[in-house]
T-cell receptor, first 114, second 115 residues
Framework: GAGVSQSPSNKVTEKGKDVELRCDPI?????LYWYRQSLGQGLEFLIY????????KSGLPSDRFSAERTGGSVSTLTIQRTQQEDSAVYLC????????????FGPGTRLTVL | AQKITQTQPGMFVQEKEAVTLDCTYD???????LFWYKQPSSGEMIFLIY??????QNATEGRYSLNFQKARKSANLVISASQLGDSAMYFC????????????FGKGTKLTVNP
């Protein structure tokens, strides 16, 4: 497939557990973004990667959240000690070089923390 | 800080008519980009249209056009000849530096197209 893919599509976990969300960007896209969409907060930026480095991680809500990107491709968003307020849809997007006008979004991972 | 305001939580339009979705923004940046995305009930975010802050002409993409009024800091989306498939959430967003770095989104407008 040519689009951004995310896995899993749905994740249900218990409060206090750690979760990992994966994003496969479109091949050749150097920029990668994570966003969170929840009913109360709308769409919020979490972190931006250019290659493997993260020049902007200002949106990560707490130190329980971390992300990495390897090989300039796949990215993993990790949430430690999940809380109920972490329940949301986590969206990944990528865009090609040079800095481009359009971000291509994946289908999202719906996270439910019980 | 950048802020996007969409004042219409919901809009209704008859099929084949035109509709305008409002968006105002606030930024102190001189260079920025404005975007509209569509999110159907299936959840995917679909890019519709882009306007750069230095673009003198309003952007158009098929049935979508962006009514950019820089002095008023507004970037309204106009959909002509509405179709039933246009029913979705519509989000206005901006990026601070005119390129695709982080997007700041509005709360969205739910558009319903009636037959």
């Amino acid at each position: 497939g040519a689009g951004v893919s995310q896995s899993p599509s749905n994740k249900v976990t218990e409060k206090g557990k750690d979760v990992e969300l994966r994003c496969d960007p479109i091949s050749g896209h150097t920029a990668l973004y994570w966003y969170r969409q929840s009913l109360g907060q709308g769409l919020e930026f979490l972190i931006y990667f250019q290659g493997n480095s993260a020049p902007d991680k200002s949106g990560l809500p707490s130190d329980r959240f971390s992300a990495e990107r390897t090989g300039g491709s796949v990215s993993t968003l990790t949430i430690q000690r999940t809380q109920q307020e972490d329940s949301a849809v986590y969206l990944c997007a990528s865009s090609p070089p040079p800095t481009n006008n359009e971000q291509f979004f994946g289908p999202g991972t719906r996270l439910t923390v019980l | 800080a950048q802020k996007i305001t969409q004042t219409q939580p919901g809009m209704f339009v008859q099929e084949k008519e035109a509709v305008t979705l409002d968006c105002t923004y606030d930024t102190s940046d001189q260079s920025y980009g404005l975007f509209w995305y569509k999110q159907p009930s299936s959840g995917e975010m679909i890019f519709l249209i882009y306007q750069g802050s230095y673009d003198e002409q309003n952007a158009t993409e098929g049935r979508y056009s962006l009514n950019f009024q820089k002095a008023r800091k507004s970037a309204n989306l106009v959909i002509s000849a509405s179709q039933l498939g246009d029913s979705a959430m519509y989000f206005c967003a901006m990026s601070p530096w005119g390129g695709s770095e982080k997007l700041v989104f509005g709360k969205g407008t739910k558009l319903t197209v009636n037959p």
